[in-house]
């Protein structure tokens, strides 16, 4: 499987989904950002801005090169934010009781954000000094959406944008984590064990 994955047409595949769905991302961005601040511009558009980090170390990769700190924004920005969209369509479907068919689109494609960011992580050369910046980012970016209101929009959810708020904030310490230990840990403690 993972021969498959690491094929390099195969990463060619990948790396053209995620560039198509990043423009689209950005695309589907653009009624919000047309009433963005510029100060915030950089921190609206959450879901394309990590399938762009990705594409780029797709990129890179391809090249036959590493930048781990765009390595890290990847796996942290699209596990965080590929989850976040499934349970923000699932909560939509809670409270509306109804979904349109793009929230089922969205919680294919996000799913698939955050499986792919886990699926390539043997690729990834990530430090703790790299995962650092990328924890930084990502919580800054928590504060510009829940702190200044500058959040997805959600429209059946904007009365839960406080609990929306403090889910967030978890969800973003338990990816950073996450990303700490198949990334940085795992790989350390498989490092010393294979030492003669």
């Known amino acids: 499987m993972k021969g498959l994955l690491f094929h390099p047409q195969i990463i060619m595949i990948v790396f053209i989904i995620n560039l198509i769905g990043t ?5 589907w961005y653009l009624p919000q950002l047309m009433d963005t601040p510029l100060i915030f511009t950089l921190f609206v558009p959450d879901s394309p801005t990590a399938s762009l980090f990705f594409t780029i170390f797709l990129y890179f990769y391809m090249k036959g090169k590493n930048v781990p700190v765009i390595e890290a924004l990847a796996f942290v ?9 499934v349970v923000m369509n699932l909560l939509t479907f809670n409270v509306s009781g109804t979904l349109s068919w793009q929230g089922y689109m969205l919680m294919a494609s996000h799913g698939a954000m955050a499986l792919q960011a886990l699926l390539y992580s043997p690729l990834y050369k990530i430090k703790l000094r790299h995962l650092s910046f990328a924890a930084l980012f990502v919580l800054h970016n928590e504060i510009i959406d829940y702190v200044y209101g500058m959040m997805p929009v959600y429209g059946s959810l904007t009365e839960y944008s406080d609990h929306i708020g403090y889910f967030t904030f978890w969800l973003s310490i338990i990816c950073i984590l996450t990303v700490y230990y198949v990334s940085i840990y795992r790989k350390q403690k498989y490092d010393i064990a294979e030492t003669p």
């Open 23 to 27: 423009i689209y991302g950005y695309y």
């Open 77 to 85: 920005s699209l596990l965080k934010y590929g989850i976040w969209a």
